[in-house]
């Protein structure tokens, strides 16, 4: 490879592309055929259930590969704790769920025991006729967790649909939107997953490993296209959609979420900080629905007994929703 060649790419001041030619230059994934069959398969079911409503949850982080055969990428700290525990929480409050989620991260109901820290092994036992138990300190919660779980399994509630890269989750988004638009108002999208900003094009990708042998390596990457933009005004038009906005400075949080919601035009942008999302999130309005930011807090005795803050987040969220439900049919009628 050449100096010149290490140059992988283009120029990162370019303004980010329109999703149209995005979708018109970019090769769909060879997955999206199957996955759209099974969303559709999917919403066939609910669509048939009066009042039934439908959240897609998307979860997890997206990689940017930097070849096409590819040995290496970028990724993100998302571990889809946020996803994975709001999508329990959708379920319980009688949500079907279509969870987007990045492959191998956390789940919901399997989370509880899958987390490093929370090893599964850690609440069996063996016991004196040497059969396999669970530690009777587990057990209680474990069933608990086992019953919502067989729940949403038996009742078909919980659809699971995996991504790896920005390009898998950029045309899954779109034809999972796309597939439940009529499910009108019925229809909730919440934009959890952390999506790459930036990422290499397929035509100015290398085919093989970078090598090494060539020194030093320089990246130049292009903005990822703001789809958040068709969602609102073309897929999903009359859907109630919730995006995340992440900042690590918590002095840009108020005007960027601020601004998020004036270019998109959507229904709620929930603004959280990288070391305390845990610990509080700000739910932003539009004007016309709130007459202001509403914070979420736990508070230290709330964390100390693991209670997740995703508790509080969604039953607002399924508030705003019916809130939201009832004023179109309002207007419709
Ligand atoms: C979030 O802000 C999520 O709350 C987190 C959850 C990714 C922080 P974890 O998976 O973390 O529980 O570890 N998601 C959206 C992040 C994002 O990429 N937003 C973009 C932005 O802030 C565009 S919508 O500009």
Known sequence: MTKESRRISALMTLPAAEPDSY???TAPPRTLSDLED???KFIQIHRLIPGRKVVLVTSGGTTVPLETQTV??????SAGTRGATSAEYFLAAGYAVIFFHRQFS???YSRHYSHSTNCFLDFMDVNESGDLTVNHKYTSKMKQVLMQYRKAKEESLLLMINFTTVREYLFGLRSITRIMAPL???????LAAAVSDFFIPENKMVEHKIQSSGGGLSLELEQVPKIIRPLVKEWAPEGFIISFKLETDPSLLSEKATKSLNTYGHQVVIGNILTTRKRIVTLF??????????DIVM????LKQEQEIEMKIIPELVHC??????KSQAFSN
């Open 299 to 302: 508070s230290d005795e709330e």
């Open 285 to 294: 309005f539009r004007p016309e629905d709130a007459p202001g930011p509403l």
């Open 184 to 190: 009108r108002h019925n229809a909730m999208f919440y």
């Open 321 to 326: 929703h019916d809130a939201w439900i009832t």
């Open 38 to 40: 099974k969303v559709a």
């Open 72 to 77: 290496r990428f970028l990724d993100n700290f």
């Open 23 to 25: 979708f018109e230059e």
């Open 106 to 108: 956390l789940q919901p």
